[in-house]
Nanobody, 122 residues
Framework: QVQLVESGGGLVQAGGSLRLSCAAS????????MGWFRQAPGKERKFVAT????????YYADSVKGRFTISRDNAKNTVYLQMNSLKPEDTAVYYC???????????????WGQGTQVTVSS
């Protein structure tokens, strides 16, 4: 069982930056692939980024490539999402999730946090 708690969301102007954090409970954090997803009102939950167990491999959605960076600190049981050059279309609830395989589909992730709101004003 893994419990995930996101933090770091908020209101930012377009072009600004935010860093999201996701703290995981348990001693098996390094056994999980970690991902970030987002869901805008009335839309499906979409993949944003994922990072492998050791952090050596990352994948990004095309919409955030070059602007967002996912990273993890296994000693702190924490995964991060650094978001730069934010756009109004990045507005959504952001969720972190844990999986046993390096995949990008939300259905493949077993554990989810409660989400944190990110709002980008124009």
């Amino acid at each position: 069982q893994v419990q995930l708690v996101e933090s770091g969301g908020g209101l930012v102007q377009a072009g600004g930056s935010l860093r999201l954090s996701c703290a995981a409970s348990g001693r098996t954090f390094s056994s999980y692939v970690m991902g970030w997803f987002r869901q805008a009102p009335g839309k499906e939950r979409k993949f944003v980024a994922t990072i492998s167990w050791s952090g050596g491999t990352t994948y990004y959605a095309d919409s955030v490539k070059g602007r967002f960076t996912i990273s993890r600190d296994n000693a702190k049981n924490t995964v991060y999402l650094q978001m730069n050059s934010l756009k109004p279309e990045d507005t959504a609830v952001y969720y972190c999730a844990a999986a046993i395989k390096l995949v990008t589909t939300p259905e493949s992730y077993d554990y989810w946090g409660q989400g944190t709101q990110v709002t980008v004003s124009s």
